[in-house]
């Protein structure tokens, strides 16, 4: 980028020499720019993940993001619920989801009167009728408060840095967001690009008709393979011998989920395909990344994207990681073996990409959505404190009767809890007599007498500006949005979590503020980087402006990080 600051000091020269050698460095600049920027967001991939095994990992994946490219080993998000939207929302934006708007993967939509799905659009169907109906809810629930069949980014309230790729360019650029979950591929195409998920209901990959009107025919075809089927009577194996894990001696943790025909213990069974279970297993597997790597070679191939000198947005977004975190734990050895199979998978995309538009010639940023914890049974095995805590448990009547009777509440008081916001019902909230900073505050005084809440935090007080400022309050002020947030902000202690993912138990729930939730990596590599590690804190929504940057674009219209100048000065 040294081109760019010589520019700058041709304007302010302003002789004809300046100005000659600004064209010239004009035309440097744009023969500087990759081909292809690749935005990988690794789901659940906590910060510590990715050197965990280099020793064991192979040629051309990890390793040559690692070896090769600007790593920031202390990168954190700066928002407080680290879910799968709201990491992958800010990733693409460069906002906080105060901003982008992307508060949790469900908030209550208090003008309708339901819990709302992030990306839900009823406006939007799926293009492949069914492919909604999934029926292993009860596994990956989540989407289970959808209440339309619909997918678009219309909940997102800001831009998109694929966005201002796409604004700068005449919409000549070709952006592209692929992922296993929905939500991470509709997230990183912006409100600009073109959008791909994996249905398990219909093992293929579909799209909207936000995006299209009927599926391109490359994408017709490459259902038609079935390569998901390929898996069919097949297991999920490890790699190499149990032995030379370090995890070897540890399968089957009786914390580890034990999910209904697939168990706990190598190799976990996909069945046939025919099993309602199938595609649901390929996902809580490597394959689920394999098949979104083929996938994408397919759109590149397809699409072309990469050939020209406009330059292109591709962002792939991996769910293995997140799945077989929230069953077996991160340390695991299903977790241990993924990472490998991962390494291996990324370096067949990076070698596909090499040889169709040049690794010098692309850009790739890699980060998480978010981390992840420890399952407390392994935590305990190292006398680390830490459990499962159940609200449900908790007698909150007499807590909530004094505060009805202190408030003069007649009817209902509290609406819903939707992770990690309690929600107060209309009716009291809509009432001029109520003090609600005097209400919530009486909630959260209650809220933590409980065992296992650490701290609640009043949003009324937030946006007036009258909690203590410290860095919790400040991850709980950049989840606070006015239109969708709840009335109280909950955190559990560290290391404590609802054993308890949207109704099905889990090994393992991402969703705190606490570092182990936030802490991410960042790498860029690509584009003849100079490698570097850089340990000095930096936060996610750093990524979009430095892309922008590095391109030139306009500043997507919510972003408040900063450029990475390790990356952009070299
Ligand atoms: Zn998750």
Not at 59 to 71: C, F, I, M, N, S
């Amino acid at each position: 980028m040294k081109f760019r600051n010589e520019v700058t000091k041709g304007v302010f020269c302003g002789s004809f020499l300046a100005i000659a050698f600004l064209v010239m460095n004009a035309q440097a600049i744009a023969g500087d720019k990759p081909k292809l920027i690749l935005q990988i967001t690794v789901d659940q991939f906590r910060g510590d993940l990715p050197t965990r095994y280099y020793d064991r990992l192979g040629e051309g994946g990890l390793k040559y993001l690692l070896d090769k490219g600007v790593v920031y080993n202390n990168a954190h998000h700066a928002h407080a619920n680290t879910e799968t939207i709201v990491g992958h929302a800010t990733l693409a934006t460069g906002a906080h989801p105060s901003v982008h708007g992307m508060i949790g993967n469900i908030w209550f939509d208090r003008s309708k009167g339901v819990t709302t799905y992030n990306i839900e659009d009823p406006n939007h169907k799926l293009l492949t009728e069914g492919a909604d109906i999934d029926d292993s809810t009860e596994i990956d629930p989540t989407q289970k408060a959808a209440s339309s069949d619909g997918r678009s980014p219309a909940s997102f309230l800001v831009t998109t840095f694929s966005d201002e790729l796409s604004s700068l360019t005449a919409g000549k650029a070709k952006v592209f967001g692929i992922s296993v979950k929905d939500r991470g591929a509709v997230s990183m195409a912006g409100h600009s690009g073109k959008a791909f998920w994996f249905s398990k209901a219909t093992s293929e990959f579909v799209t909207s008709s936000y995006y299209y009107n009927e599926y391109p025919k490359w994408v017709v075809d490459w259902n038609a393979k079935k390569l998901p089927a390929q898996y069919s009577g097949k297991s999920w194996e490890l790699l190499h011998p149990k032995d030379t894990y370090l995890f070897g001696d540890r399968d089957g943790q009786e914390w580890e989920f034990d999910l209904a025909g697939y168990g706990r213990i190598f190799p976990h069974k996909f069945d046939t395909s025919d099993n309602k279970y199938y595609s649901t297993y390929l996902t809580i597997s490597p394959a689920g990344d394999e098949l979104t790597v083929e996938f994408t070679k397919a759109a590149i191939e397809a699409e072309q994207i990469g050939s020209d000198d406009i330059t292109d947005f591709l962002g792939v977004s991996f769910s293995a990681t997140d799945y077989i975190g929230h069953f077996f734990g991160p340390s695991s050895l299903e977790s241990e073996d993924n990472i490998l199979r991962l390494d291996r998978t990324l370096a067949n995309l990076f070698t596909f990409i090499d040889e169709k538009i040049g690794l010098d010639n692309t850009l790739i940023v890699l980060s998480a959505d978010h981390g992840g914890p420890e399952a407390p049974g392994y935590l305990k095995s190292l006398g680390i404190p830490t459990g499962y805590i159940s609200p449900d448990s908790w007698d909150k009547q007499p807590a909530i009767d004094r505060i009805k009777t202190k408030f003069g509440v007649p009817g209902k008081l509290i609406e819903g809890y939707d992770h990690p916001y309690i929600y107060l019902s209309n009716e009291v909230i809509s009432n001029p007599e109520v003090d609600l900073l005097a209400l919530e505050q009486a909630i959260v005084d209650e809220l933590v007498r409980f065992p296992g809440v650490s701290t609640a935090v009043s949003s009324t007080a937030l946006a007036r500006g009258v909690v203590i400022d410290n860095y919790l309050t400040r991850a709980i002020t950049n989840n606070y949005n006015p239109k969708r947030s709840g009335n109280v902000y909950v955190v559990f202690d560290p290391g404590w979590f609802i054993n308890d993912l949207d109704g099905i138990s889990a090994a393992v729930v991402h969703g705190s503020p606490w570092p182990y939730d936030t802490f991410v990596p960042i790498i860029f590599a690509g584009h003849k980087l100079k490698p570097r590690t850089v340990s000095r804190k930096v936060h996610t929504v750093d990524v979009a402006l430095t892309l922008a940057n590095i391109m030139g674009t306009n500043s997507p219209s919510g972003a408040s990080g900063n450029v990475l100048f390790e990356v952009v000065e070299q």
